[in-house]
């Protein structure tokens, strides 16, 4: 099997998803192999963005599936117009797997994909694909020829879109682990009102998720979500509750984004009937072991 985007923060959990499957895995990352325990897995520096390398990559480790994560994150990454040219090196990817034998591909989209001014709990295949931003736009047209190109190619083809994620060794600048921070720095956790409801779930249970789709044999798209979601102020809250320092947070502190819609919800009717699955986290235990973590790194970066 070969994941893409294996250094990054979903395909980490992949990878420890991946550990006792029994899978030969080859691991492509970019920049640096990330530390950490993920069993054996063969480890594989290549550029997707690089034709070359990609059509090499596929031709020397010939697998028979495909965990593509990979996608633009630098900076700007909602706006950038590089999200544009990752939907052809995505192409380029899916071409060069199938030459070298591929048979099944699972790839991660986005609940951005959605028209989150709906404000109802979305449907696959159903809810409307009008995405606000360069990201979600790139992911929806690709999706759009995903099932014509893996026919095409004789892959079969799954495609899930996770909504949002939190857990251990997210980006600092983002919701949970920014608040988490903040708090167990002493320092006021500054947030919006915390109203806009949203649809979480650790990462743990998306790269579980990801890795049982592969393996379904299900194919088209599939939600990741918790299928009920919470307004921000309550999962703000309850890291406050577990670190102990309720007293710094300041809901109303920053402005919310204009337009920043009030729900964005999930309806995983369709995962529950092709996985049968439930998340291993509440939000309670996910916040809790996410929270462990980052005490374990503050106090690690305190004696390095």
Known sequence: M???????????????????????????????????????????????????????????????HLLALAWYMGPGNQQSEENFRWVQHSIDLLFAFAAAGGRRVAFCGSCMEYDWSLETPFIEDVSALTPET???????????????????LGLSGVWGRPYFLYGPGENPRRLAADVIISLLEGREALCTHGRQKRDFL?????????????????????????????????????????????????????????????????????????????????????????????RSELERSKTS
């Open 2 to 64: 070969l994941v893409t985007g294996a250094a990054g923060f979903l395909g980490r959990a992949a990878l420890r998803a991946l550990k006792d499957a029994d899978a030969d895995v080859v691991a492509i990352y970019r920049s640096e192999v990330p530390a950490g325990e993920y069993g054996e897995v063969t480890w594989a520096r290549a550029d997707l963005t690089d034709t070359g390398e990609i059509a090499a990559l596929c031709e020397t480790h010939a697998p028979s």
């Open 134 to 152: 360069e990201y979600g736009a790139a992911k929806a047209g690709l999706y759009c020829m995903y099932d014509k190109l893996c026919g095409k």
């Open 202 to 294: 650790h990462v743990d249970d998306v790269a579980e998720v990801l890795v049982a789709m592969m393996w379904s044999g299900h194919e088209g798209a599939l939600n990741i979500g918790s299928g009920a979601a919470v307004p921000l102020a309550a999962l703000i809250e309850e890291i406050g509750r577990q670190t102990g320092r309720p007293e710094l947070i300041r809901l109303g502190a920053r402005e919310a984004r204009p337009g920043d819609p009030d729900l964005v919800e999930a309806d995983t009717s369709r995962m529950a009937d092709v996985l049968g699955w439930t998340p291993r986290y509440t939000l309670e235990t996910g916040i809790a072991q996410t929270i462990a973590w980052w």
